[in-house]
């Protein structure tokens, strides 16, 4: 099993902090503690999961996969502020494998489904998005989605212990055609022997039926 891989950018300039705050989902005016935002698309639609430790300079931690996606966004309207980015070597590790599995959290496969905040579950919204702070990029539909109960219909989900991969794999194309499948798995050892767990995206019919 391969460990989660990040990409770190520096954020510094005077317009630093207030320019990432209308970009990212969280409030990142209260305090200097690390925190988790999402990076959206104008449309609300997730880019990336993003990891932001706050200081004199800002450093913005995502998903080795998405990461030239996310930066060329977070440049996209800088336009006459203070800002500057640079990528740096990443110092910190902010999700393991195993976390991904127990809350459950999206890495790069999981973010490239073109999905909604709500897709990726309570866990996720609760520790990223700020349903308080001022306007942001994308926060219109986020908002609007979370009002009406933020049911989406596809859902970052973690299946059950199967009895082999193909059986995880079929859990994952239940259902109506969409962006759902398998985008990773594990082998657990049980009693019985070697069973299989896969992360991925999942109907959220199925989803209730677990």
Known sequence: MIEPTWRTFSVSGADARSYLQGQLTQDLAD??????????????????????ELGETVFVSVPAGVAEQAIVRLRRFVLRADVQFEERDPHVVPRSLDELYALPW????????????????????????????????????VGRLDARGGNTPWRLARSPILSSLEDVVSWFGAGPDGPKGLTRHREVLTPEGPRFQGLGIAHRSQVASA
């Open 31 to 52: 305090g200097d503690a690390p925190r988790w935002s999402l990076l959206l698309q104008p449309d609300s639609f997730v880019i990336a999961t993003a990891y932001v």
């Open 106 to 141: 999206p890495h790069d496969d999981e973010l490239t489904q073109g999905l909604l905040p709500h897709s990726y579950g309570a866990a996720v919204i609760g520790a990223t998005v700020s349903f308080s702070k001022g306007c942001y990029t994308g926060q219109e539909l």
